[in-house]
């Protein structure tokens, strides 16, 4: 039986269970539309022996169909690390434990921000799909990130993500 009773290939989302939190929510200004009432944010997790963890995102989702990060929307007050080592959790099962934040990138729209929270993997461990938003979790080498149809906000940040993971920037 399917985890899920909705397919994450489905063109609708599936029903929600439970309370929302009030930062699920869209934010519209001059630049746009974005998910995340107090901004998002997400996990670029990189393993030296693998390459970086990417989420092929349910069809149904903003962007539906792309490669893109775990992340999502923040909680209102909680800072981004924590929200994207949260929502990395949620989505992808990234063990916070095992990981080791490098640096940060925060894209900000003065009314919405999204930052991306690069980590190193110390252990290794194996992505699981936690909830309907993933169609996959795949670890993907660095010179074939740039073959797949990216999110196009990462598509935008992945050149100076890595030139930044090349660099050997820390915090």
């Keep these: 039986m399917d985890q899920f009773p909705h397919s994450s290939r489905s063109s609708t989302p599936p029903p929600r269970t439970g309370p929302r939190d009030p930062g699920d929510a869209w ?13 998002a944010a997400g996990v670029l997790a990189y393993d030296p022996a693998k390459g970086v963890l990417l989420q092929h995102r349910a069809v149904w989702s903003h962007n539906g169909g792309t490669w893109g990060l775990p992340g ?40 919405w921000s999204y930052t ?4 190193r ?26 073959a797949l149809e990216l999110h196009p906000g990462f598509a935008d940040a ?11 920037e820390t915090w």
Excluded: K
Aim: proline share 5%; aromatic share 10%; no cysteine.
């Design 72 to 111: 999502g929307a923040l909680h209102e007050g909680e800072e981004a690390v924590d929200g994207a080592l949260r929502e990395a959790f949620e989505e992808a099962a990234v063990p916070s434990e095992s990981v080791e934040v490098l640096f940060t990138s925060v894209l900000d729209h003065g009314y």
């Design 121 to 146: 993997v110390l252990e290794s461990f194996e992505p699981v799909i936690s909830d309907p938003e993933s169609i996959a979790l795949l670890w993907i080498p660095v010179a074939e990130v740039d």
């Design 27 to 39: 934010v519209e200004g001059d630049r746009g539309r974005y998910w995340g009432r107090f901004g």
């Design 158 to 168: 992945w050149p100076g993500l890595l030139a930044r993971l090349d660099s050997g």
């Design 116 to 119: 991306t929270v690069v980590v």
